[in-house]
């Protein structure tokens, strides 16, 4: 059976996000994100992170529900979603991760968070997906097909935010690729049009597919 862990990160988890969370999962907090899990509905088993924007209550909630509380230095080289997401990882058959939260005020988060999800580390995993604010990002790494969720019709964009990936191919879009090369400092994949099952596959690279 697929293991998931949802990794919560700052800022209030939008209705969208449950669309791929799934009932089971292992939840991991990052910081506040507990709160905004805990106000979801979620119970996190794991607190992860520096913990200089998690409430009180949040931490209250934290030790009276027995979640592990890994408290980190502020003065760290890694963001408290990725030390969020390294815990993750540590999960027994983690095949599925998926990282939700808000957008906030700073964008710089937001592209750290996505830049964390290119990791190599999680090039094992048969899915990593985002749901930040509104919108969704799947993540495609190397040597993996992967079908994104969307309607005929729908918009989505390909982007290689990671670097130069090669053998790129597209399927059941209205524009296609097959073994395409992308780079980091071209939008030639913004604003394609599903017309069936998308299937996405890259031979080397990271390919980061945004759903709006």
């Known amino acids: 059976m697929s293991q998931v862990v949802v990794v919560v990160g700052g800022g209030a988890i939008s209705p969208r996000a449950f669309d791929v969370i799934h009932p089971v999962a292992t939840v991991i907090a ?3 994100g507990l709160d905004h899990a805990v106000a979801s509905g979620l119970a ?3 607190l992860v992170g520096d ?3 998690v409430s009180a209550a949040g931490r209250m909630w934290a030790y009276a529900h027995g979640t592990v509380v890994d408290e980190y230095p502020a003065a760290k080289d890694l963001t ?3 030390l969020a997401i390294a815990a993750a990882l540590q999960v027994p058959g983690i095949d599925h991760l998926v990282v939700v939260g808000g957008v906030g005020d700073r964008l710089d988060h937001l592209l750290g968070t996505l830049l964390a999800l290119g990791h190599p580390a999680l090039g094992g995993l048969a899915k990593v997906v985002a749901v930040i604010g509104d919108t969704e990002f799947d993540v495609v790494h190397s040597g993996h097909q992967v079908s994104i969720a969307v309607e005929p019709g729908q918009t989505f964009s390909l982007l290689a935010l990671h670097g130069p990936c090669r053998g790129v191919t597209l399927t059941g879009a209205e ?3 097959d073994g395409a090369d992308l780079s980091a400092t ?3 994949g913004v604003s394609n049009t599903a017309k069936e099952e998308t299937l996405i596959t ?3 690279g990271v390919v980061t597919v945004v759903i709006p």
Request: charged share 40%; net charge negative.
């Open 30 to 32: 990052a910081d506040s």
């Open 44 to 46: 996190p088993s794991r």
């Open 51 to 53: 913990l200089d924007s």
């Open 80 to 82: 408290d979603t990725e």
């Open 175 to 177: 524009w296609e690729l």
């Open 186 to 188: 071209e939008a030639r």
């Open 202 to 204: 890259v031979t080397a």
